[in-house]
């Protein structure tokens, strides 16, 4: 079955640690997305990707960074964690033609 | 900047009742609007869109207008159910414009049995 795999559902660490969000899909979709929500809040769109080796900054400036090798993967790192980047991160990919966006499950982080 | 907003943080409605919930855009160039349901510990999962050359669309159980006059649209959920408790999120862009949705602050809404 087609889905979007994120992984780890949630991390808790300290400042200073450099930590990688996964995400994995398996739609064989072109596109792939990072949003960042805080709770009950509206998704803020970090980083996007139209294809391999193509990664673009969205709307919400992020300290994070993305690399985009396989079209299947689209991970984001934060080389620095801080209290300030406590958020959910979820993962979304789009098929070219079709607006509609596919969500994953998300990664809750909290760095304390 | 553009932003999209929800008139009402919260809506609670008995099981049964028809629900509304609404949105506002101000992006005058936007023509496509989707609607989405987040479930606790989610991520948000599709419910219906609708482009700018449309006033309304129905799926099943919901309908969702548009009114680009005033900028607003609205979900609406025929006999609503608990399981359609949760938080809503409208979003608006340009259709062929590389997806980039602008989100508005969700409504949670809570079905009483």
């Known amino acids: 079955e087609a889905d979007i795999y994120q992984t780890p559902r949630y991390l808790v660490i300290g400042t200073g640690k450099k930590i990688t969000l996964e995400c994995s899909q398996t739609m064989g979709h072109d596109k792939m997305y990072w949003y960042q929500q805080d709770p009950g809040m509206e998704l803020h769109l970090i980083h996007y990707s139209y294809g391999v080796n193509s990664t673009e900054k969205g709307d919400l400036s992020s300290e994070s960074t993305v690399s985009r090798i396989r079209t299947e993967h689209f991970p984001l790192t934060l080389e620095s964690a801080r209290p300030s980047h406590t958020s959910q991160y979820l993962c979304?990919?789009?098929?070219?033609?079709?607006?509609?966006?596919?969500f994953g499950s998300g990664t809750q982080l909290s760095v304390l | 900047g553009e932003s999209v907003g929800l008139h009402l943080p919260t809506l609670s409605v008995q099981e049964g009742d028809n629900s509304i919930i609404n949105c506002a855009y101000s992006n005058s160039a936007s023509d496509y609007f989707i609607w989405y349901k987040q479930e606790s510990g989610k991520g948000p999962q599709f419910i219906i869109d609708i482009r700018s050359n449309m006033d309304k669309r129905q799926g099943q159980r919901v309908t969702v207008l548009l009114n680009k006059t005033v900028k607003h649209l609205s979900l609406q959920i025929a006999a609503t159910q608990p399981g359609d408790s949760a938080v809503y999120f409208c979003a608006d862009g340009i259709y062929n414009q590389g997806g980039k949705l602008i989100f508005g602050q969700g409504t949670e809404l809570s079905v009483k049995p």
């Open positions: 979304a990919t789009r098929q070219g033609g079709n607006e509609k966006l596919f």
